[in-house]
């Protein structure tokens, strides 16, 4: 296995009107190829600034990112927002094949791949509805069917479900690991959910409170294929709340900063 | 609980708003018949459609289409323009629409930029805003000074009227957009003409449509009072005329003319909007009337 994305020393600093305010400090990652991470940590840790400094959208202040690009002619990394972000003006399938069309893939070619995508996320007879139609489950699909269609050798995920109730997050965590296991894609996985990181993950990776850096790791052993059933066992149980009581003392300190 | 039948309220939503204006008119007519209203300053809504008819017939609202075939026959086709050029309504139409194209395009460009360019916005502001609260008929004289009294100052006077309303909108629509679908389309790949052309103007289309239809409702205003002063053709030009001829009758039916054009441009911008934005039908839930609740609830 193969180093895809390596992080080292990532900073970034914010300036503000009472000084600089540090949103990531020192924080490194290494992920393999076709690792699932997730990143966890407490709200406004910085997780999602690193994931978009992954993405390209933020420049690092300091520190280096290298995303390893594998030479085959697709994309090299693509982001699932949490505020789904798939645009109001364009169809489901629109809205799917839009990577697909920033690329210049023909018309046809586009459609087809779009549409099995579709299929593959449950929204068969959506594809010329407009996001208004659709519920946030059914926006997310999009979303995440839109990462997927445009093929990218790593997905960037910055709480893809946050927004959803429970319940549907649920059947879209199982729809999740899913389509992972049959694209066996690199993935970093931002998450406040500690549950849905040990159900997804093959690495949790624990950020400190603000201004987050690494906390430390736990390696996730469950056999894939996965399924929901995993979390009533004790083994997942176990897990989890080993990961909490590393991260409760950071979680409270993040409180205490809110206040 | 009784259900009284739906179809009896929305019969009535509909004839409502035909009947009661039909009622007005009666009122009037009658009112005039009994002389309680001056004929003279209020002619009456059937002498006012006669007035109307004529002007049609005289061929002074639409030119006198009867000398077309003859035209056209002859491949005569200054003689078809001619005749336009002579119809009150074609006129002001060409007007407006010629004056509305040339300020919104250049509007929505503009606007756009400066949505887009933080340096150019800062620059540019201030003098469009001093210039977009200068009412626009007031620079009427300036505009005949620079470009004459023919047909091209009062394209520019309907132009420079859209053109503010349109750019301002646009900017707004621009700077409106949230900036996750930004980050999304970069994210995607999208390069700057891709960005704005999948992104930006999608996205701010709803502020500019919002801008087409204010400019094409002040083109309205702009072209009626620039053809009172300074036009021998025009709606404007009849009212005003009619006025001062004291041909009462005829000032009414150019202001109905005029009533018919400004509903027609509302909703055919409307139908526009309709299909050139489709994202925003969204079925919003009609506000309920007081009245209505207060029958609801007495009901169950």
Request: proline share 5%; net charge positive; charged share 20%.
């Amino acid at each position: 296995m193969s180093i895809k994305i390596k992080a080292a020393g990532v900073t970034k600093v914010f300036a503000s009107r009472t000084g600089p305010v540090y949103a990531v400090r020192n924080f490194n990652l290494a992920a393999e190829e076709g690792e699932f991470v997730c990143i966890v940590g407490p709200s406004g840790c910085g997780k999602s600034t690193f994931l978009r400094i992954l993405g390209g959208l933020i420049a690092p202040s300091s520190g280096e990112v290298t995303l390893a690009p594998g030479g085959a002619q697709v994309p090299l990394q693509n982001m699932v927002f949490q505020e789904y972000a798939i645009f109001p003006w364009k169809t489901v399938v629109d809205n799917i094949a839009f990577g697909l069309e920033m690329r210049g893939v023909q018309k046809a070619e586009r459609q087809e791949i779009a549409l099995d995508w579709i299929r593959k996320v449950g929204l068969a007879g959506f594809a010329n509805s407009y996001p208004y139609q659709l519920s946030g489950g059914m926006k997310q699909r999009v979303s995440i069917a839109r990462a997927f269609a445009n093929n990218p050798e790593i997905l960037l995920m910055d709480e893809p479900l946050g927004a959803l109730d429970a319940q549907t997050r649920v059947v879209l965590q199982e729809e999740l690991v899913h389509l992972w296991e049959g694209a066996r894609k690199t993935i970093i996985y931002v998450t406040h959910s500690i549950e849905e990181a040990v159900l997804l993950g093959d690495r949790v990776v624990l950020m400190t409170a603000h201004p987050g850096t690494n906390k430390s790791e736990f390696a996730v052993p469950f056999e894939r294929p996965r399924q929901f059933a995993l979390t009533s066992t004790p083994e997942f149980g176990q897990l989890a709340y080993a990961i909490w009581k590393d991260l409760e003392g950071e979680v409270k300190q993040a409180m205490e900063q809110q206040l | 609980m009784k259900h009284r039948p739906q179809f009896n309220v929305e019969t009535r939503d509909r004839l409502l708003p035909i009947g009661f204006p039909i009622l007005l008119l009666l009122l009037w007519e009658i009112a005039v018949r009994l002389t309680w209203l001056d004929a003279r300053f209020f002619p009456a809504p059937s002498t006012i459609i006669t007035a109307l008819v004529n002007l049609i017939v005289k061929g002074e609202l639409l030119g006198k289409l009867w000398l077309l075939p003859g035209f056209i026959s002859t491949g005569d086709w200054a003689g078809v323009l001619k005749v336009f050029a002579e119809g009150h309504l074609w006129i002001s139409l060409y007007r407006i629409f010629a004056g509305f194209v040339l300020g919104a395009v250049p509007g929505i460009a503009l606007g756009t930029l400066m949505g887009m360019n933080r340096t150019i916005r800062i620059a540019l502001e201030p003098v469009f805003s001093a210039l977009y609260v200068l009412p626009k008929i007031a620079i009427l004289p300036l505009v005949m000074l620079v470009l004459g009294i023919g047909e091209v100052s009062k394209i520019a006077i309907v132009g420079i009227a859209a053109f503010f309303l349109v750019l301002f909108n646009t900017m707004a629509g621009v700077r409106d957009i949230e900036v996750i679908y930004l980050e999304a389309g970069r994210n995607y790949g999208a390069n700057r003409w891709q960005l704005f052309r999948h992104v930006i103007l999608p996205s701010a289309s709803p502020f500019i449509f919002v801008g087409l239809r204010l400019s094409l409702g002040t083109a309205l205003i702009v072209i009626i009072a620039a053809e009172f002063v300074a036009a021998r053709y025009g709606l404007g030009y009849l009212v005003w005329f009619s006025w001062q001829t004291l041909l009462t009758e005829n000032m009414f039916a150019g202001l109905i003319v005029i009533m018919v054009l400004g509903t027609l441009f509302t909703s055919g911008l409307h139908a526009l909007e309709r299909r050139l934005v489709p994202w925003q039908r969204e079925e919003r839930r009609m506000p309920m009337d007081a009245s209505e609740m207060q029958r609801q609830s007495a009901k169950s």
